[in-house]
Nanobody, 114 residues
Framework: VQLVVSGGGLVQPGGSLGLSCVGSGFTISAYAMRWYRQAPGKALEWVARSGPDGNSGHYAESVRGRFTTSRDNAKNTVYLQMNSLKPEDTADYFC????????WGQGTQVTVSS
């Protein structure tokens, strides 16, 4: 099982950024996929969850209404679209799946700064 995350970078406050997480070694359509983040000096924070059918998304209160998670099961890929970004969204972002244990992507850095 492997998760490869891409799409991080530097963006100004109010801007948008999209992340991708490509899975291999398993089929994402059978599993819930989650996004987490960790800001410098802070604990890991759950951000969003995409249900296996791709039609149900759940979000942390801190990102609700600004972030959207989606998936393309044919591409074995889950996405996190982040809009109206704030400096407090600055963090390393990870995707995660629980199969027989937790599996994590390598993380991608998102910096929101002017």
């Amino acid at each position: 099982v492997q998760l490869v995350v891409s799409g991080g970078g530097l963006v100004q406050p109010g801007g948008s950024l999209g992340l991708s997480c490509v899975g291999s070694g398993f089929t994402i359509s059978a599993y819930a996929m989650r996004w987490y983040r960790q800001a410098p000096g802070k604990a890991l924070e759950w951000v969003a969850r995409s249900g296996p059918d791709g039609n149900s998304g759940h979000y942390a209160e801190s990102v609700r209404g600004r972030f959207t998670t989606s998936r393309d099961n044919a591409k074995n890929t889950v996405y996190l679209q982040m809009n109206s970004l704030k400096p407090e969204d600055t963090a390393d972002y990870f995707c995660n799946v629980w199969i027989d244990r937790d599996y994590w992507g390598q993380g991608t850095q998102v910096t929101v700064s002017s």
